[in-house]
C-alpha cells in the first residue's frame, strides 16, 4: 500500500465550527474546547514513557528483505457486470549498502534499476468475485481451486512448502498436524494430517475433497455464487506472509544461521492476520520462539503507515523528543496497558493482540520531523497487562541502529525499502485496470 502523502493532523480545521451557530451552545463550546485542549497537552503518562537509543557507529545489518501487495477489483461494463480481482505480491532484496548509494530526494530511476535487478520475486492471481461462469463449477469451487493452483504452482511451490511448513511446525524434530479448520461444505472440524496437501472430508455424507489452502478459511469471506473483495485483501496479506518466511525458512535451511544476524525482513502493515485468518498466528510466534531458544534471532519489523496507531502517534510526537537535530533517537515500546487505555477505542475482554498479532507496537521518533509505527515480534506472545519490555522485543536494539539509515525523504516517516517494494508491487504500474477491464469485456 502506498503511503498517505496527506500531510497534518486530524481535526485541525476544528476550529471551523466557529463560523456555525450551533456555537452558541455551551455543551458544544465546552465540548470543542476540551478536545482543543488535549490536543495541547497530552498526559504526562503518553509523553513519558519515551527512552532515548544511544545508537551504535556499526550497524550489523547490511541485507534487506522487503514485502509489499496490492490488489483492485474490476467491473466489466456488461450487465450484469463480471468481476474479479486481480492480486500482486513481490519481495524484494536490497543491501544497505546499494541503498546508500541512492539519492533519497530524487532517486535517478538507473539507480532504482541496479537495486532491484535480479532481486525481486513476484507472484499474481486473478479471483472471480461475481458473474464469471465457469464450465467446471461454482464461484466458490473456483476461488478455491485458483487460490490452491496459485500457490502450489508457483516458485516450483516453495510458497506452497511454507504454508506447509507453518502448518505442520516443519522445523520440529517431530512435525504436528495442522491448525484445526472447519470443512467448506459441511463445516465439521478437521485437521490436516502431517505433510499432507490434500484430503478428503472424514465427514463420509459429505467427503469432499479439501486443500490445505481451505485450512487458511478464505471459504468463510464467500457463498456459492459471489465473493467480495475482502478476499482479495485476505489473499494478498496470505501471500505476503507466505514469500516472507519463504526466505526465513530458506535461511533456516542452511547449516550457518549467521545470516539472521545481518538481515531485517520488512512487512508493509502490521504483524497480524484478522478474524479466521489468525490460524497462523500462533504458528509464526512458535517458530519465532523456537529460533529465539535456540540463539538466532530473526529481525523482523512491520510499519503501520495508517490507523489508530498512527493517529495516536502524530497527536503526540511533537511534544517528545528529540526536539532538535542534536538529540538522539527516541522511542516508546508500548504495553497492552497502554494501548488500551490510551489508543484503543473499546475495552477489551483479553490482552491486547492476543488472538490475532505476532508483533509488538513501537513508537520511533528517529529526528524531529520523522516518526513511525513499527512492530517488532517477541517469539510466544506474553499475556500480561504491562507486557513487553524493550528488552522482550527480538534484536529491538539491532532495528532500532539501522532504522535511521533507511528513512525516506519524500514521504514524512516513509521507509525507503517500502517505497521501492510499493513501486514494484503496485498494480497501477503493470497492466492498467483499464486493460484489466477490456480484458473481462471479451
Ligand atoms: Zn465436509
Not at 127 to 156: A, H, M, Q, Y
Not at 196 to 220: A, P, R, V, W
Not at 349 to 371: A, C, H, L
Request: glycine share 4%; aromatic share 10%; hydrophobic share 35%.
Amino acid at each position: 500500500m502506498a503511503y498517505n502523502s496527506k500531510g497534518g493532523l486530524p481535526f485541525e480545521s476544528a476550529s471551523k465550527l466557529g463560523h456555525l451557530y450551533l456555537m452558541n451552545s455551551e455543551w458544544i463550546n465546552s465540548l470543542v474546547k476540551d478536545f482543543e485542549a488535549h490536543y495541547a497537552s497530552p498526559s504526562s503518562t503518553v509523553i513519558s514513557n519515551w527512552i532515548e537509543f544511544n545508537g551504535n557507529p556499526h550497524n550489523s545489518i547490511d541485507q534487506i528483505w522487503v514485502v509489499d501487495g496490492s490488489y483492485v477489483p474490476v467491473q466489466s461494463d456488461a450487465m450484469p457486470p463480471k468481476e474479479v480481482a486481480f492480486v500482486k505480491t513481490a519481495i524484494l532484496n536490497i543491501s544497505e549498502t546499494s541503498l546508500k548509494s541512492i539519492d533519497k530526494y530524487n532517486p535517478h530511476p538507473m539507480d532504482l534499476q541496479k537495486v532491484m535487478k535480479d532481486s525481486a520475486l513476484f507472484h499474481s492471481t486473478v479471483l472471480p468475485l461475481r458473474n464469471i461462469k465457469s464450465s467446471r463449477g461454482t464461484n466458490f469451487e473456483t476461488v478455491r481451486n485458483i487460490i490452491f493452483e496459485s500457490i502450489k504452482v508457483d516458485e516450483k511451490g516453495e510458497y506452497f512448502e511454507t504454508l506447509k511448513w507453518l502448518s505442520y511446525q516443519k522445523w520440529l524434530d517431530t512435525p504436528t498436524n495442522s491448525p484445526f479448520f472447519n470443512c467448506p461444505y459441511c463445516e465439521m472440524e478437521l485437521e490436516f494430517t502431517v505433510n499432507s496437501d490434500e484430503m478428503h472430508c472424514i465427514n463420509s455424507t459429505c467427503n469432499k475433497e479439501l486443500y490445505l489452502t481451505d485450512m487458511i478459511g478464505f471459504h468463510l469471506d464467500m457463498t456459492e455464487e459471489k465473493a467480495t473483495d475482502g478476499i482479495a485483501s485476505a489473499y494478498m496479506t496470505i501471500m505476503e506472509h507466505l514469500m516472507l518466511f519463504t526466505i526465513i525458512r530458506l535461511y533456516w535451511n542452511r547449516g550457518d544461521k549467521t545470516q539472521f544476524n545481518k538481515t531485517l525482513f520488512i512487512k508493509d502493515g502490521p504483524l497480524s492476520l484478522n478474524s479466521q485468518y489468525v490460524k497462523l498466528v500462533p504458528r509464526i510466534r512458535d517458530f519465532l520462539q523456537f529460533a529465539k531458544e535456540k540463539g538466532v534471532l530473526i529481525n523482523i519489523i512491520g510499519q503501520e503507515k495508517t490507523g489508530k496507531f498512527v493517529d495516536h502517534l502524530s497527536t503526540i510526537a511533537r511534544y517528545v523528543k528529540p526536539l532538535d537535530r542534536n538529540e538522539k533517537l527516541h522511542y516508546h515500546v508500548l504495553t497492552h496497558a497502554y494501548v488500551e487505555s490510551e489508543v484503543q477505542d473499546k475495552p477489551s475482554t483479553i490482552n491486547y493482540g492476543k488472538r490475532s498479532n505476532w508483533g509488538e507496537k513501537v513508537f520511533v521518533k528517529v529526528d524531529p520531523v520523522t516518526q513511525l509505527v513499527i512492530n517488532v515480534p517477541t517469539g510466544d506472545y506474553l499475556d500480561s497487562k504491562n507486557a513487553p519490555l524493550p528488552n522482550e522485543l527480538i534484536n529491538l536494539e539491532a532495528i532500532l541502529n539501522i532504522l535511521p539509515n533507511l528513512v525516506s525523504r519524500r514521504f514524512s516517516g516513509g521507509l525507503y525499502p517500502i517505497e521501492l517494494a510499493n513501486g514494484i508491487a503496485s498494480l497501477s504500474s503493470y497492466p492498467s485496470a483499464k486493460i484489466l477491464q477490456q480484458l473481462l469485456n471479451e
